[in-house]
């Protein structure tokens, strides 16, 4: 019997014991995942301390060295035992070739970091998972600009508008 997981969005799923060794899953293509450790992840230490489901950052994919993120939930026992993660694979490369592929002006660009400043989607490939803005001279609260932006655009009140017309970007 065949199994598929994946397509456009999801790389594929797995599930892992509560030490974070993936014993099985399946990754598109029919590959698996099996014989991974992910007990370093911080989405599998969150979703055990929290036992709630959690979405992970955006890191390479350990199979496929792609652009992911990881929605992972805790499987506990009747009694609350902490037994191991469900993790579904989502790839990312979608919105980073949506955002570094956008124009601004004649010759800005998009791009996409974390809330700590790291890069996430930028045109120079190298950048990606690489370069925090907020390590940069000059770029500091760049990423605390940029969620202004988001506000603003989502109706938040005035007082943020305000701040934001005080900005030089």
Known sequence: ??????????????????KGFIFTGVLGRNLGYQGLQVDQ?????????????VVGNVVRSKATDQLTTVICAPIVSDSSEFLGTVGIVVKVDFLVDLISGSKV???????LTAKDGL??????????????????SGMRNLPE?????KAVRMNIPIKVQTRLQDMRL
């Open 105 to 111: 002006g004649e010759t800005g660009y998009g791009f």
């Open 41 to 53: 992840r911080e989405y599998f230490q969150k979703a055990r301390s929290s036992g709630k489901t």
């Open 1 to 18: 019997m065949k199994t598929h997981c994946g397509g456009e969005a999801n790389e594929g799923i797995f599930l892992t014991d509560s």
């Open 145 to 149: 600009k940029c969620s202004l932006v």
């Open 119 to 136: 890069m996430l989607a930028h045109p120079n490939e190298k950048f990606i998972l690489e370069l925090n803005i907020s390590t940069v």
